[in-house]
């Protein structure tokens, strides 16, 4: 898995001024030149964009300067571009290099500051590109652990020109940090994180846990007596139960169905019942229609006849000689016509025998309005009964038993009700238990002692090994074993303690230890960096101090022979006084800066 990044480019800018510039290349980069042109504000410059809280020294030749980028290119050489002013505050991220970075270009934020609980932050950036996201390292004696940020593994990246000389351990840079910085290397040397340690308890903490240790033991105790009546599992029971209401629903669905059925046909019958019933109220009131008809078609014969009669007597034929009617015996003062009479005669008989063909009709109508009557009458009586067998069927048949079902399913529901609060508390138990035997777990027994996973002799031996190759390299003479010593927390080397050594070889050793750990992460699936030494050869000349050592010539050759030729590290970045060999000068970018072209522009 490809991890890590290069440097490209670091440039500081000013409103009116030339760009500061240094252009890192793959592979080795070493910048020389004499004291006070830049070399060294170079390297806080590149410790500043990796998070440092403190800007670089405001030297007098950059005091003008207001912001500083640093270009950087990861694994699949994707550009990267952090910006960030002089006085220390956050950055901003670009996804581009620095030449293309526009001014609507979009950026993100992240904060100088590291906070694990955040990606805004330079750090997490960092790490992220290292693959070394949320790994855990511990702080103390105790077990307690953090994240680690990427200032942590700062220290074994970079090595300033004063640290790299230094008599006191290169793990560990104070007595405070210990700790932390021994897992740190641990974290590089070896893979393995401290994620699995547990902080022991605070005395606070144990009598919280022990108090609610107590606590779930009566909860436990009061949901065991309480469920000591259910001698089947409630989910058993529940099981059961379940299947016992779908089939009784089933059931009562079934009867549901036929109550519908029921119910249809008996409102069918009451609407065809109400339709006789109608119907017959309508026949009643035209038999009484029919009858007052007839009295008037009766009424009307009888006058008719009477009519007639008096005609048939006032014909000149029968009436009287003297001139009296023959009814009344009144004085007949006009004389009627026989043809008149006859005429009136006649238009009676006619009246009634047509009043007589209408009497006939309505008699007729009667026997057929009759004959409706009997069959609604019949049809009648056979919906009543129907209706009732149907109301019956509703009330007492399938509605009763629908009733029965209904209650034997609520009957269920009750109980699948208090099965289901047997459940959960079957639940809440089992819980309970899980949780006491997780708080007895984690209260410390009294004669117990915690014991961690240190760095060690035998667990850096990889790392000692790497380094012994580092020194081959270099031609580092009568070499016999290097190793690492717990109690100083440093190399041995040839048999020897490091800060015994004197200034020039405790800086070559110094230097051979950050190659060698970035030359032994290079199979894992993590990096670190790039390797940035400052003043590695710094006794390469002779030191004006009398008695001060000395490197010899041929080995501070060799270590620039070595990173040129043959480390397999991605880049490395050597800032020093001296220039290199001229025999590996096409293998390497020298960046050479004079008093009069430094790493500031004079102009």
Do not use: W
């Not at 042109?37 to 410790?47: A, L």
């Not at 401290?194 to 903490?205: E, F, G, N, R, W």
């Not at 109508?365 to 049809?379: A, G, H, Q």
């Amino acid at each position: 898995m490809e991890t890590g990044f290069i440097l490209k480019e670091l440039r500081i800018v000013g409103d009116s001024l030339n760009n500061a510039s240094v252009i890192f290349k793959k592979g080795v980069n070493v910048i020389t030149g004499p004291s006070n042109v830049g070399k060294s504000y170079i390297f806080q410059c590149i410790n500043y964009m990796f998070g440092a809280s403190k800007p670089p020294k405001p030297i007098k030749q950059a005091r003008a300067y207001e912001f500083i980028y640093l270009e950087i290119k990861d694994s699949k050489n994707a550009p990267f571009t952090l910006l960030t002013d002089l006085k220390g505050g956050n950055f901003k991220l670009y996804n581009s290099s620095i030449d293309d970075i526009k001014e609507t270009d979009e950026f993100k934020i992240l904060n100088r500051k590291h906070n694990p609980a955040s990606e805004k932050t330079v750090s997490a950036f960092l790490l992220k590109l290292n693959n070394l996201s949320g790994k855990k390292i511990r702080t103390n004696q105790s077990g307690k652990t953090r994240q680690v940020s990427y200032r942590d593994i700062v220290k074994f990246s970079m090595v300033n020109e004063t640290r790299i000389t230094t008599e006191d351990s290169i793990v560990v840079h104070n007595d405070r940090d210990k700790t932390i910085e021994s897992s740190v290397l641990k974290l590089i040397a070896t893979g393995k994180d401290d994620s699995s340690l547990i902080a022991p308890l605070s005395t606070k903490q144990i009598a919280n846990r022990k108090g609610k240790l107590e606590i779930l033991k009566k909860f436990i105790s009061d949901n065991t007596n309480e469920l000591k009546g259910f001698k089947t599992e409630p989910s058993i029971i529940l099981k059961e139960t379940n299947s016992i209401i779908e089939k009784l629903s089933e059931k009562h669905s079934t009867l549901q169905k036929q109550f519908n059925e029921i119910e249809n046909k008996r409102k069918e019958d009451l609407n065809i019942l109400y339709k006789k019933q109608s119907r017959k109220r309508v026949i009643d009131e035209l038999y009484k229609r029919s009858n007052l008809l007839k009295l008037h078609y009766h009424s009307d014969i009888s006058r008719l006849k009477s009519t007639t009669e008096t005609s048939i007597l006032l014909n000149e034929e029968n009436h009287s000689t003297n001139g009296t009617c023959p009814l009344c015996n009144g004085e007949i003062k006009e004389e009627c016509s026989s043809a008149e009479i006859k005429k009136i005669i006649d238009s009676c008989s006619k009246e009634i025998l047509k009043i007589e063909s209408l009497i006939q009709e309505l008699i007729e109508s009667e026997k057929v309005l009759k004959e409706e009557t009997t069959s609604i009458y019949l049809e009648v009586l056979d919906l009543e009964k129907n209706i009732e067998i149907s109301t019956l069927e509703l009330n007492k048949g399938v509605g009763l038993e629908m009733g029965s079902i209904l209650e034997q399913i609520n009957k269920q529901n009750e109980k699948k009700s208090h099965l289901l609060g047997a459940l959960y508390k079957f639940e809440q138990l089992n819980k309970f238990k899980e949780e006491e035997e997780k708080l007895e777990n984690s209260l410390p027994i009294s004669s117990s002692r915690d014991s961690f996973e240190h760095i060690s002799t035998a667990s850096l031996t990889p790392l000692s090994k790497s380094m012994k190759s580092v020194l081959k390299g270099y031609n580092y003479p009568k070499l016999t074993d290097v190793s690492y010593s717990e109690e100083q927390n440093d190399f041995v080397i040839s048999g020897e303690n490091r800060n015994l050594f004197g200034k020039g070889y405790r800086a070559i050793f110094y230097s051979a230890f950050i190659l060698a750990l970035h030359e032994l992460v290079i199979a894992k699936d993590y990096s670190i960096g790039i390797p940035i030494l400052d003043s590695p050869l710094v006794s390469y000349k002779k030191p004006e101090n009398i008695g001060e050592e000395r490197v010899s010539d041929d080995l501070a050759m060799d270590f620039y022979r070595y990173i040129a030729t043959q480390t397999d590290l991605k880049q490395i970045i050597v800032i020093e006084n001296e220039e290199p060999p001229i025999d590996i000068a096409k293998q390497i970018n020298h960046i050479k800066y004079t008093r009069e072209n430094g790493f500031i522009p004079t102009k």
